[in-house]
């Protein structure tokens, strides 16, 4: 393992009441996001919310689709293709799945429509065939990410 390049730091809050709602602020960033429950989630964990939100699970298929999309127009650029939103399109759907009682995203599948020149297709196959292992959301997901806990509990 490397020298840390950078460390991403972010400040959650969980909202008040049984709402499963959380407040994310970005390190740097004054914007905060707000996440939740829907759909099939909330069904998974038996609530109903009052403000149906994207969940943190919807966030990490979209930091991946993100990802992986800004990698494929970076290589597509690369080799001298066009890679605006006109030119490239993703979609990118992930499965969640009830294992051992535990609600978890399985399987990402990200789909892109690339529209080139006629002459230029064996560039835009040259691009796809390499750069899946160059998006680091991908790649940290696949390889499986440590995850640790600390804790400070202030008596009042």
């Known amino acids: 393992m490397g020298k840390p390049v950078h460390v991403s730091k972010v400040k959650v809050h969980k909202?008040?009441?049984?709402?499963?709602?959380?407040?994310?602020?970005?390190?740097?960033?004054?914007?905060?996001t707000r996440m939740g429950v829907h759909g099939g989630i909330a069904e998974f964990f038996k609530v109903s919310p009052d403000e149906p939100l994207p969940s943190?699970?919807?966030y990490l298929?979209?930091?991946?689709?993100?990802?992986?999309?800004?990698t494929i127009g970076g290589a597509l650029e690369g080799r001298g293709l066009a890679a605006g939103?006109?030119?490239?399109?993703?979609?990118?759907?992930g499965i969640l799945e009830d294992v051992d009682g535990k609600?978890?995203?399985?399987?990402?599948t990200v789909s892109y429509r690339?529209?080139?020149?006629?002459?230029?297709?064996?560039?835009a196959e040259r691009a796809l065939q390499f750069h899946g292992d160059r998006c680091p959301v991908s790649e940290s997901v696949k390889?499986?990410?440590?995850?640790?806990w600390k804790s400070e509990i202030v008596e009042e």
Not at 61 to 70: D, L
Not at 103 to 108: C, D, F, P, R
Not at 143 to 148: A, D, P, S
């Open 114 to 123: 690339i529209k080139v020149p006629k002459d230029k297709r064996d560039a």
């Open 85 to 93: 939103p006109e030119k490239l399109e993703a979609f990118t759907e």
């Open 143 to 148: 390889r499986g990410i440590t995850v640790e």
């Open 15 to 32: 909202e008040p009441g049984n709402s499963k709602i959380k407040r994310i602020q970005i390190e740097g960033w004054p914007d905060v």
């Open 103 to 108: 609600l978890l995203l399985t399987h990402v």
């Open 56 to 58: 943190t699970l919807d």
């Open 61 to 70: 298929v979209a930091a991946i689709g993100g990802c992986m999309t800004g």
